[in-house]
């Protein structure tokens, strides 16, 4: 094996441990791919919150309580664009199974979204709402979830 060789597989293979070990998952926006920033937000991160960026799952799925709140903050950030009932406005319906982008059927993927924005007018949430606030929307959003079960990435875990 020539030398360039080797050291490609050497850096391949650190990247690949420092990956396995690290505490939480890289998260992109959905538009531009690069690392979302965290830095520099008004909020102290919640037990949900540090759960959530180790997982990638939403710890409030199916957390009735929860699911209020949810239900509460997406009536005031989210409902003008998407419906009082996520039916589709201006923004897509997010209750059925298609998503516009596909991979906002996992949890990550949808607060990737959310946080970062979209195209169109999805703006960015960072900042808006805090990542609690978010965690708890996407907790209403997959409550009312209409679409075929074997779509819903986030029950498939």
Not at 2 to 29: C, E, H, Y
Not at 34 to 50: H, I, Q, R, S, Y
Not at 71 to 100: N, R
Request: glycine residues 12%; proline residues 3%.
């Amino acid at each position: 094996m020539r030398k360039g060789n080797k050291l490609i597989l050497v850096a391949a293979l650190l990247a690949a441990t420092v990956s396995v070990f690290a505490d939480d998952l890289i998260f992109r926006g959905t538009i531009s791919g690069e690392m979302l920033d965290f830095k520099g937000l008004n909020e102290t991160e919640t037990d949900a919150v540090k759960k959530f960026k180790q997982t990638g799952v939403n710890p409030y799925n199916g957390n009735a309580e929860v699911i209020k709140k949810g239900e509460s903050l997406f009536s005031t950030a989210c409902s003008g664009c998407h419906g009082h009932l996520a039916e589709g406005k201006l923004g897509p319906a997010l209750s059925d199974d298609y998503w516009t982008y596909p991979k906002n059927a996992t949890d990550k993927g949808l607060f990737e979204t959310i946080f970062g924005g979209a195209e169109g007018m999805m703006g960015p949430q960072r900042g808006r709402l805090t990542q609690d606030e978010m965690l708890q929307i996407m907790s209403w959003v997959r409550s009312i979830y209409q679409g075929d079960p074997d779509k819903a990435k986030w029950l498939n875990n």
